[in-house]
């Protein structure tokens, strides 16, 4: 273990600690087979396995950080009261070996905030698709996100014999752990967008980046792990209805292999406590050409999304961190199509023909095989 480690990476492995918890009182929601189904509002689902994980892990980290900002997708009784073995006070000690990067060493309680999704993909977990759930935890430092977890409760549902689950963690300047990333496929240009939550805009967004597969699947964090494990090349989704718990953490591992996460103008996003909730810029995730793809959005699509709230300054001390596209020059290449086959380097986040991934794997990772499975 560092010796007294950071505030942050307490926080991140009290957060990796509490998603292996929550996932299993997820799992446990289902095996009983009451889901308590509520309508939200139109395509917006909450069950029983939401709001039952969402008290574990809010309820958890304030336990352990008072004074830290929370922030959870779900409307709760905050006088409920949790059950006691919903209460996670560990730490998990992988992520206690690793030192902290520099510039988060000195970071005090009220410059983080924690966005938590309990259970992202709600409308595939109700329809079987659980492969495409996932449980976010996000932290973000001075309204910058800089750590996150993305926790897959059912990955290896197909393989008898291996651990089910896994948890991905990641911060800036340290790295991305928990899963084995590919190169992306050569020759060919492979969107991911939303399977549940699609309409002309989001479809018209996609076909302009000239793809040769689109790939449609449930959750903002399982898009994401597509693009960090080099399944695909780009996350495209021209909506409003994004919102910061579900891009706070993919954004920060993403960017802790050299990708990059911004709105559809080129923004990287605030993750302040006083920041509106929805992500109403839309969001462009890539592994690598941003700008290109930037490029490729239309005017008028761009035009009806907002510009986000900005990240605020961060001395990152030398750290490169990728996002905040520009979207002049991208303009000014409007026609051209991403190049078939971007590879990237992580450690700057620069495009290269034959560049090889840096991240850091842990002990137990397992070798991974994208799945579209319904169960």
Same mark, same amino acid.
């Given at each position: 273990?560092?010796?007294?480690?950071?505030?942050?990476?307490?926080?991140?492995?009290?957060?990796?600690?509490?998603?292996?918890?929550?996932?299993?009182?997820?799992?446990?929601?289902?095996?009983?087979?009451?889901?308590?189904?509520?309508?939200?509002?139109?395509?917006?689902?909450?069950?029983?396995?939401?709001?039952? !994980?969402?008290?574990?892990?809010?309820?958890?980290?304030?336990?352990?950080?008072?004074?830290?900002?929370?922030?959870?997708?779900?409307?709760?009784?905050?006088?409920?009261?949790?059950?006691?073995?919903?209460?996670?006070?560990?730490?998990?000690?992988? =992520?206690?070996?690793?030192?902290?990067?520099?510039?988060?060493?000195?970071?005090?309680?009220?410059? =983080?905030?924690?966005? #938590?999704?309990?259970?992202?993909?709600?409308?595939?977990?109700?329809?079987?698709?659980?492969?495409?759930?996932?449980?976010?935890?996000?932290?973000?430092?001075?309204?910058?996100?800089?750590?996150?977890?993305?926790?897959?409760?059912?990955?290896?549902?197909?393989?008898?014999?291996?651990?089910?689950?896994?948890?991905?963690?990641?911060?800036?300047?340290?790295?991305?752990?928990?899963?084995?990333?590919?190169?992306?496929?050569?020759?060919?240009?492979?969107?991911?967008?939303?399977?549940?939550?699609?309409?002309?805009? =989001?479809?018209?967004? =996609?076909?302009?980046?000239?793809?040769?597969?689109?790939?449609?699947?449930?959750?903002?964090?399982?898009?994401?792990?597509?693009?960090?494990?080099?399944? #695909?090349?780009?996350?495209?989704?021209?909506?409003?209805?994004?919102?910061?718990?579900?891009?706070?953490?993919?954004?920060?591992?993403?960017? !802790?292999?050299?990708?990059?996460?911004?709105?559809?103008?080129?923004?990287?996003?605030?993750?302040?406590?006083?920041?509106?909730?929805?992500?109403?810029?839309?969001?462009?995730?890539?592994? !690598?050409?941003?700008?290109?793809?930037?490029?490729?959005?239309?005017?008028?699509?761009?035009?009806?999304?907002?510009?986000?709230?900005?990240?605020?300054?961060?001395?990152?001390?030398?750290?490169?961190?990728?996002?905040?596209?520009?979207?002049?020059?991208?303009?000014?290449?409007?026609?051209? #199509?991403?190049?078939?086959?971007?590879?990237?380097?992580?450690?700057?986040?620069?495009?290269?023909?034959?560049?090889?991934?840096?991240?850091?794997?842990?002990?137990?990772?397992?070798?991974?095989?994208?799945?579209?499975?319904?169960?």
């Amino acid at each position: 273990m560092a010796s007294n480690p950071s505030l942050v990476m307490r926080v991140l492995s009290a957060s990796v600690a509490v998603s292996n918890r929550a996932s299993n009182i997820i799992r446990n929601v289902l095996t009983k087979g009451d889901l308590g189904i509520v309508e939200k509002g139109k395509n917006d689902l909450q069950t029983e396995a939401d709001r039952s !994980a969402q008290r574990c892990i809010v309820a958890s980290l304030h336990k352990q950080f008072p004074n830290v900002a929370i922030f959870g997708e779900e409307q709760l009784d905050p006088q409920e009261k949790i059950p006691k073995d919903f209460i996670e006070q560990g730490f998990d000690a992988e =992520v206690l070996k690793h030192t902290c990067p520099e510039y988060l060493k000195e970071t005090k309680d009220e410059d =983080v905030v924690i966005w #938590v999704d309990p259970l992202d993909g709600t409308a595939e977990f109700t329809q079987g698709y659980l492969d495409h759930v996932t449980v976010l935890i996000g932290i973000s430092v001075k309204g910058n996100a800089v750590a996150g977890v993305i926790h897959q409760p059912w990955f290896n549902f197909d393989k008898p014999g291996l651990p089910l689950g896994r948890c991905i963690w990641g911060v800036i300047g340290l790295g991305s752990f928990g899963f084995e990333r590919e190169t992306p496929p050569a020759n060919k240009i492979i969107i991911t967008t939303s399977r549940s939550h699609s309409d002309r805009m =989001v479809t018209e967004a =996609v076909e302009a980046c000239n793809p040769d597969e689109i790939v449609r699947v449930g959750g903002a964090g399982h898009k994401v792990l597509l693009l960090i494990e080099g399944k #695909v090349h780009a996350y495209v989704f021209a909506s409003k209805g994004c919102k910061k718990w579900d891009t706070c953490a993919p954004e920060a591992i993403l960017h !802790a292999v050299g990708g990059t996460l911004t709105d559809f103008h080129g923004i990287r996003m605030n993750y302040s406590a006083d920041v509106q909730r929805k992500n109403t810029g839309g969001v462009l995730a890539t592994v !690598a050409n941003h700008e290109k793809f930037l490029s490729c959005i239309p005017e008028h699509i761009r035009d009806c999304m907002d510009k986000s709230s900005e990240a605020p300054p961060l001395d990152f001390k030398g750290v490169v961190v990728c996002g905040g596209a520009d979207l002049k020059e991208a303009k000014k290449d409007s026609a051209t #199509v991403p190049d078939k086959n971007p590879t990237i380097d992580n450690a700057t986040g620069s495009t290269s023909s034959n560049a090889e991934t840096n991240h850091k794997e842990p002990s137990d990772s397992v070798p991974n095989e994208y799945g579209n499975t319904k169960l």
